[in-house]
């Protein structure tokens, strides 16, 4: 059974092609948004960044929306390997009430922020090589403050309108905020590159907590974040509304480099109010040059057939399991350890990369 597929541009391919897959040519690792979608990658995370990376120390760029800006939170501890097996059982603890309200939803996730960095706040801000930039979105208009949740519902409404007619005028309602450790922007996403207004701030051990609660603040479903220490005043939300498979300029990163994306699918979605339009998919667009570099390594269709339920994690997990949490977390749990399929084959790969197995983006 193959476990994982990989999914190359052209670059890339070219690349894979003449020099193999080396630890060295890894320049950035983009991780998606998707919730429990990304406990799955905990034991190929785990390799990566604690043993096949470290082989070959550079800098590099660790951005992440959501999950995945936790998931690479994890990446920069000292010991990354306990952090994502303890961010894997602290996401898969989460218990809730019956209807769980935002106070409600708030607080277990600031507890479970709080158990995961509380430490280690330090070690992760200022990792020797890797970057960490943490993805959040900032209302504007209708979002820029809103007084109530009927008040965010309405404002939600407009953006995915907005979104609808076209993905540009989304950024009437919301722009960018990229939080990066060393307080630089990344070369590559400056300057500009889309209708969305971007701001870079920098990332530090006080406000790594606000920024990676805002950047997996769901919308109607928890509070938004009401202002980051050293980011643009304002209100906050997830940010996979404008980034959810990370859609970014990866081309801009220098001849010879290479972005590894281990993502849920080969597909990448721009933003999450995109998900129904797959006219929207990043490789369909006039951007597709944009990924001519990337390398997607997504689970198989056989894979997820071992799964329970036969899919990944995801958050209709809460409602089909309701209050039975001890099933739930033994489900998840029995899809991290299946996960390790994904770590042997992608070492597999790594040790000797076959361009057959490889099909274009």
């Given at each position: 059974m193959h476990a994982l597929s990989f999914h190359a541009g052209p670059r890339a391919l070219a690349h894979l092609r003449d020099h193999g897959?080396?630890?060295?040519?890894?320049?950035?690792?983009?991780?998606?948004?998707?919730?429990?979608?990304?406990?799955?990658?905990?034991?190929?995370?785990q390799w990566l960044f604690g043993q096949w990376l470290p082989q070959a120390p550079r800098e590099r760029a660790l951005i992440g929306s959501s999950i995945g800006a936790w998931r690479m939170a994890a990446a920069c501890h000292a010991d990354p390997a306990a952090a994502f097996a303890r961010l894997g059982q602290?996401?898969?603890?989460?218990?809730?009430?019956?209807?769980?309200?935002?106070?409600?939803?708030?607080?277990?996730?600031?507890?479970?922020?709080?158990?995961?960095i509380g430490g280690h706040e330090d070690e992760v801000v200022?990792?020797?090589?890797?970057?960490?930039?943490?993805?959040?979105?900032?209302?504007?208009?209708?979002?820029?403050?809103?007084?109530?949740?009927?008040?965010?519902?309405?404002?939600?409404?407009?953006?995915s309108l907005l979104n609808l007619a076209s993905r540009?005028?989304?950024?009437?309602?919301?722009?960018?905020?990229v939080v990066s450790a060393g307080g630089n922007a990344p070369h590559w996403l400056s300057p500009s590159f889309d209708k969305f207004t971007t701001h870079f701030s920098a990332l530090n051990r006080a406000n790594l907590g606000a920024a990676l609660l805002a950047s997996g603040t769901l919308p109607l479903i928890m509070k938004p974040v009401r202002g980051i220490a050293d980011a643009p005043p304002g209100t906050y939300w997830d940010g996979g509304i404008i980034d959810y498979n990370l859609a970014l300029p990866y081309s801009r990163i220098g001849e010879g480099e290479l972005v590894l994306y281990p993502h849920f699918t080969e597909h990448?979605?721009?933003?999450?109010?995109d998900k129904s339009l797959p006219w929207?998919?990043?490789?369909?667009?006039?951007?597709?040059?944009?990924?001519?570099?990337?390398?997607?390594?997504?689970?198989?269709?056989?894979?997820?057939?071992?799964?329970?339920?036969g899919k990944l994690p995801d958050r209709k997990d809460f409602k089909y399991y309701g209050l039975d949490h001890d099933a739930r977390?033994?489900?998840?749990?029995?899809?991290?350890?299946?996960?390790g399929r994904l770590r042997d084959a992608f070492a597999a790969f790594a040790a000797r990369p076959d361009p057959a197995l490889v099909r274009p983006l």
């Amino acid at each position: 059974m193959h476990a994982l597929s990989f999914h190359a541009g052209p670059r890339a391919l070219a690349h894979l092609r003449d020099h193999g897959l080396r630890a060295r040519d890894v320049a950035v690792i983009p991780a998606a948004a998707g919730g429990p979608k990304g406990l799955i990658f905990q034991a190929l995370d785990q390799w990566l960044f604690g043993q096949w990376l470290p082989q070959a120390p550079r800098e590099r760029a660790l951005i992440g929306s959501s999950i995945g800006a936790w998931r690479m939170a994890a990446a920069c501890h000292a010991d990354p390997a306990a952090a994502f097996a303890r961010l894997g059982q602290l996401y898969c603890g989460q218990r809730y009430t019956a209807k769980p309200d935002q106070h409600e939803i708030d607080l277990v996730c600031q507890q479970l922020l709080a158990d995961f960095i509380g430490g280690h706040e330090d070690e992760v801000v200022n990792h020797p090589q890797h970057r960490l930039h943490l993805l959040t979105n900032r209302g504007m208009r209708g979002l820029a403050d809103p007084r109530h949740r009927g008040h965010e519902a309405l404002g939600f409404a407009a953006a995915s309108l907005l979104n609808l007619a076209s993905r540009e005028r989304l950024a009437h309602m919301l722009e960018r905020v990229v939080v990066s450790a060393g307080g630089n922007a990344p070369h590559w996403l400056s300057p500009s590159f889309d209708k969305f207004t971007t701001h870079f701030s920098a990332l530090n051990r006080a406000n790594l907590g606000a920024a990676l609660l805002a950047s997996g603040t769901l919308p109607l479903i928890m509070k938004p974040v009401r202002g980051i220490a050293d980011a643009p005043p304002g209100t906050y939300w997830d940010g996979g509304i404008i980034d959810y498979n990370l859609a970014l300029p990866y081309s801009r990163i220098g001849e010879g480099e290479l972005v590894l994306y281990p993502h849920f699918t080969e597909h990448i979605v721009p933003g999450w109010l995109d998900k129904s339009l797959p006219w929207r998919r990043a490789a369909r667009g006039a951007n597709r040059g944009w990924l001519d570099n990337v390398i997607i390594a997504a689970p198989t269709p056989e894979f997820l057939r071992l799964l329970p339920l036969g899919k990944l994690p995801d958050r209709k997990d809460f409602k089909y399991y309701g209050l039975d949490h001890d099933a739930r977390i033994r489900a998840w749990k029995q899809a991290i350890g299946e996960g390790g399929r994904l770590r042997d084959a992608f070492a597999a790969f790594a040790a000797r990369p076959d361009p057959a197995l490889v099909r274009p983006l």
